[in-house]
């Protein structure tokens, strides 16, 4: 986390990060995003600074992915959400290459303001094909959070353990003690 990403979860697989930019403080709706600086931030985060530029186009267009993401993520198998996702992947493709280390991928993009929002919903695709069932979002009720189950037995309920965790601890606590 660097000093202007005050996000309470960062490093999630890259798709699940970019829906983490937006995040509920203090009953408040935050959103990284909400400016060129958060933009710049989070692109330097995900080590993608160096190849898209921090301008309103890139901006904007990476906000409209992370809306696709989110239906994507939010209602698996819902045909409008499938849709939203396939448009940005429409914006850019993969051309294999040959290295001199082998064979390659180089994502191409006819607009690279797409880049940093199509490279997330692509990343999306991997995680589907490797473990779907482990893409979460967080059970507390005031939390918008998503994170990858990487529990040994895929049981993960909360963002963070020490914040949502305790906070639905404390509640039932506080309910059973009411009762009595």
């Known amino acids: ?6 996000r ?3 490093g999630e697989p ?13 009953g408040e709706e935050r959103d990284l995003l909400g400016s060129l600086d958060g933009l710049r931030t989070w692109l330097a985060d995900r080590g993608l600074d160096g190849r898209f530029a921090a ?12 809306d696709a993401l989110a239906a994507a993520v939010d209602h698996p198998g819902d045909p409008s959400a499938s849709a939203a996702a396939d448009a940005i992947l429409e914006h850019g493709r993969i051309r294999a290459t040959l290295t001199a280390t082998g064979p390659g991928e180089r994502a191409e993009f006819a607009d690279p ?7 997330a919903v692509r990343a ?14 967080c059970a507390h009720d005031a ?13 993960r309920r909360w963002c963070s353990m ?3 965790g305790n906070r639905a601890k404390a509640s039932r606590h506080y309910a059973r003690t009411r009762e009595n």
């Open 113 to 119: 303001a797409w880049g940093p929002g199509w490279t």
């Open 162 to 164: 020490a914040t949502c």
């Open 8 to 10: 309470p979860l960062t």
């Open 14 to 26: 890259l798709p699940l990060d970019l829906l983490n930019t937006r995040w509920i403080q203090d």
């Open 1 to 6: 986390m660097t000093a202007s990403d005050q």
């Open 143 to 155: 939390c918008v959070l998503h994170f990858f189950d990487t529990s040994r037995n895929g049981t």
């Open 55 to 66: 301008d309103e186009a890139t901006l904007g267009r990476t906000r409209a992915a992370r």
């Open 124 to 137: 999306y695709l991997d995680l589907l094909r490797t473990a779907p069932d482990r893409i979460r979002t």
